[in-house]
Nanobody, 126 residues
Framework: QVQLVDSGGGLVQAGGPLRLSCATS????????AGWFRQAPGTQREIVAAISRSGGITTYADYVRGRATISRDKAKNTVLLQMNSLKPEDTAVYYC???????????????????WGQGTQGTVPP
């Protein structure tokens, strides 16, 4: 089992960066595929970016491709999301997730994730 703690959200001016961190405890997060999702009020949780167990495979939602980078810091047992050029429509609660998978692949469906962080709010005013 793994526990996830999300951090790094806050108020960001349009065009600015947002750097999110998912700290883990318990079993190493490198045993899991991981992903960042977001959820705005009245909407479903949607994928932002996902990364495989080793970090060798990544994928991004179309609306962040070219503006986001997901990565692993294996020494710190964390999963990071760097987003740039933020827009007001990026305003949401951002969640880190971990999925128990037996092979090297990315998971982009929220229902397939086994563990979640508590979420961190990112707000980009108009």
């Amino acid at each position: 089992q793994v526990q996830l703690v999300d951090s790094g959200g806050g108020l960001v001016q349009a065009g600015g960066p947002l750097r999110l961190s998912c700290a883990t405890s318990g079993r190493s997060v490198s045993n899991y595929a991981a992903g960042w999702f977001r959820q705005a009020p009245g909407t479903q949780r949607e994928i932002v970016a996902a990364i495989s167990r080793s970090g060798g495979i990544t994928t991004y939602a179309d609306y962040v491709r070219g503006r986001a980078t997901i990565s692993r810091d294996k020494a710190k047992n964390t999963v990071l999301l760097q987003m740039n050029s933020l827009k007001p429509e990026d305003t949401a609660v951002y969640y880190c997730g971990a999925a128990a998978v037996g092979n090297e692949r990315v998971i982009t469906t929220a229902a397939a994730y086994d563990y979640w962080g508590q979420g961190t709010q990112g707000t980009v005013p108009p």
